[in-house]
């Protein structure tokens, strides 16, 4: 229940009354049809703006009913402009004696991370540096022009061929790990030019659509490793995650395939069809679908771009062939950087920590080498990246000491080991979550 008090104006009149909420209430408002947010104790009701909120409705709703400052500020690099759509939605602010982190959080833990972040913006760490990501750009376009360069020069046998598809490969490769620069707003201050510049590289350089990159991985950075709100854990019941899915799954007799088998099964299913096959049919589908006309007319672009360089050296089939190959290689190594990180952590069910504690705890690190950044596009930064999205990536090693001192404060664990050793521990919480899940369908 809200209370009121009232302000006189200076002509006067009564200004319009402040409502004061406790969380017991704001708790309440969680639902698909009735969300209220908290940011910096100033209450906002976003159920009708959700529909038209640039980063997808999801990501918005995942934090309803809950403090959600710190996911603002992540996400958001020009928080003036964002306050202006917030106004209108504003319906009150936190009852002077409720505190100000929602389930007994540890207020000095997030105060403290706040402190970390305005150090961090201190030190310019959010700051680009313009020739960094000028030479990578560079560098996808030089091999792109290298590519039909050798297939001009050298012809189409095999050897020809199987050298043009890597370096094909690597250049989509890159050119994802950019897109996601830009898709997180960490190269220009203004957020429009990093939206143009990111339709560009998803969409020519890559023939992907924006939004549903956007809508999808910003649930991933809000919600990480968390069911029914991280997509990139939705396995469709192909895999089973961490200790407790496995073990629902089992009791609940539910054996869509032999988990126990799914760290050998993997390796015939995820790496190779994941974006050949599934973000194949599904960005189509999406951009069909929810009408994203702009981003569908960029991937056009990359198609056309496509197919009038290697059509006469391969013909249509041919040229067809050779995308097919390099996108089942793309995936392959999109799919090991990307789920060394994630897999082998906790993967749960929502448990309302704070921002610092819930992305620990779903991320670990890789060591760092110029290979290692280079090969991951700096993700084996996975937590910096996660706890400061819109940081640039060349500035995460500066931050890095900062945040490990935090996590060693409060306890928190900061995980970080080698490249090969990321790998293996995929397979290896696969093997376990498996083993839980026939456990629990063999004797309970």
């Not at 992540?74 to 202006?84: D, G």
């Amino acid at each position: 229940m809200g209370k009121g008090g009232e302000k006189g104006g200076e002509s006067g009149e009564p200004e319009a009354q402040i409502r004061f909420y406790t969380w017991e209430e704001i708790q309440k408002h969680n639902l698909r049809t009735d969300k209220w947010l908290v940011i910096e104790r100033k209450v906002y009701n976003v159920t009708k703006w959700a529909n038209r909120h640039p980063g997808g409705h999801r990501v918005i709703s995942h934090c309803a009913g809950e403090d959600a400052t710190d996911a603002f500020q992540a996400f958001h690099i020009n928080p003036t402009l964002v306050q202006k759509f917030l106004k209108p939605l504003l319906i009150g602010e936190l009852a002077p004696g409720e505190p100000s982190q929602d389930r007994d959080k540890n207020s000095q833990l997030v105060e403290d991370f706040r402190t970390l972040r305005k150090t961090a913006e201190d030190m310019n760490l959010f700051r680009a540096n313009p020739l960094f990501f000028s030479l990578y750009l560079g560098h996808i376009i030089a091999m792109e022009v290298l590519a039909w360069l050798m297939v001009s020069y050298f012809g189409t046998g095999w050897i020809t061929t199987l050298i043009l598809a890597c370096i094909l490969t690597t250049s989509q490769a890159q050119a994802g790990w950019l897109q996601h620069d830009f898709g997180h707003l960490s190269v220009f201050k203004k957020s429009s030019w990093n939206h143009i510049v990111h339709k560009f590289i998803i969409g020519h350089l890559k023939g992907a659509s924006a939004n549903w990159w956007n809508h999808r991985h910003f649930q991933h950075h809000a919600k990480p490793n968390i069911f029914k709100k991280d997509p990139d854990v939705n396995m469709l019941h192909i895999f089973v995650l961490g200790d407790t899915q496995p073990v629902e799954y089992g009791k609940k007799k539910l054996k869509y395939l032999p988990y126990n088998h799914q760290h050998e099964y993997f390796f015939l299913i995820f790496p190779p069809l994941l974006i050949p096959v599934y973000f194949q049919i599904q960005i189509i589908s999406t951009m069909i679908r929810r009408r994203f006309w702009a981003d569908l007319a960029w991937a056009i672009s990359y198609y056309l771009r496509y197919f009038i360089t290697y059509t006469p050296f391969y013909g249509v089939l041919g040229s067809l062939s050779l995308l097919t190959f390099v996108r089942f290689l793309e995936s392959h190594w999109f799919v090991w950087v990307t789920q060394m990180n994630h897999i082998p952590m906790e993967i749960d069910c929502e448990k309302h920590r704070d921002w610092l504690s819930s992305q620990v705890a779903a991320t670990c690190n890789i060591e760092q080498s110029f290979f290692n950044d280079w090969f991951t596009g700096h993700l084996n930064f996975q937590i910096e990246h996660h706890l400061f999205p819109t940081m640039p990536r060349h500035n995460f090693w500066k931050v890095k000491p900062l945040v490990k001192s935090l996590c060693a404060k409060y306890g928190v664990q900061y995980e970080e080991k080698p490249l090969g050793k990321a790998f293996v521990d995929i397979i290896g919480s696969l093997k376990k979550s498996g083993a839980l899940w026939l456990d629990a369908y063999l004797h309970k």
